[in-house]
């Protein structure tokens, strides 16, 4: 620590001896100055906040536990964590990380990455095209899609209540879904397209409630989503997990002859339990966790 201090003074006097001379206006000595305070705050900033430790040991601190606390952690090795599903049960996002989270989410690599998910199952899709299949065969497939945050976004209600950085309000969230006008996700609409182009039946599968459905039926066709083999949405009295509700949905699609080709969602227990489909593809959400 005292070494990594002597360092930086010794980089702000010889930025001083080297600089500061040849500065002839008073406006340039002005910023001088006051660029030399900043650096000073800032090396002074560096030891009382102890920032060296994550810079020596980045993945030390708790990653991979059930109760993550990850300071000193970067913002984006905890998001992969998260989206590899090695982070799990967390309730927030850290609070420390509200800026890099509002960053990821509406600076562009959200969409990007929605993008690269997107195309994989555009492609994985489209080979059904060349399949040599029979229509008894094709009319049993079906590709199953999450909503909210898979083919809705919940985002212009996140923006408002700090990006997940907040405990999880239900009451503030079911108006928000009331409104019936969430935002399509463009690039998992993209891939309903296709895969309604090819001949496989949409299935929606999620957790909003059967008392919601009239307003999430209004919401997806406004949004491009016109039409669906099946929206299957939760019984209002049913209180399991999503990972339990949707593998036993999935389940009842199997049984009855159905081949689920593919699965996209933005959580895991969208995904994984029981009758997984073929291929499974996942949108990224850093916002919420859902068992
Ligand atoms: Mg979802």
Known sequence: ?????????????????????????????????????AVKAAAERFVDEDLTAPVIHPLRPRVGSAEPDPIGVPYDSWRLAVETGNIIDWETVPAHWLVDTRKYLIGGQYRQDSKVVVDEAVLYSSSFKLRGSNDTEKEKWVWLFDIDETVLSSLPYYAKHGFGTKKHNFTSFREYVLEGNSPPLLETRRLYDVVRSIGIKTVFLSTRKEELRNITESNLQNKGFSDWFKLLLKPNDCNGTALVYKSGERKKLQDAGYEIVGSIGDQWSDLIGQAEGKRLFKVPNPIYYIP
Request: net charge positive; no cysteine; aromatic share 6%.
């Open 1 to 37: 620590m005292a070494m990594v201090t002597a360092k930086l003074a010794l980089l702000v006097a010889l930025l001083a001896a080297s600089s500061y001379g040849a500065l002839s206006s008073p406006e340039l000595r002005d910023l001088w100055t006051r660029t030399e305070r």
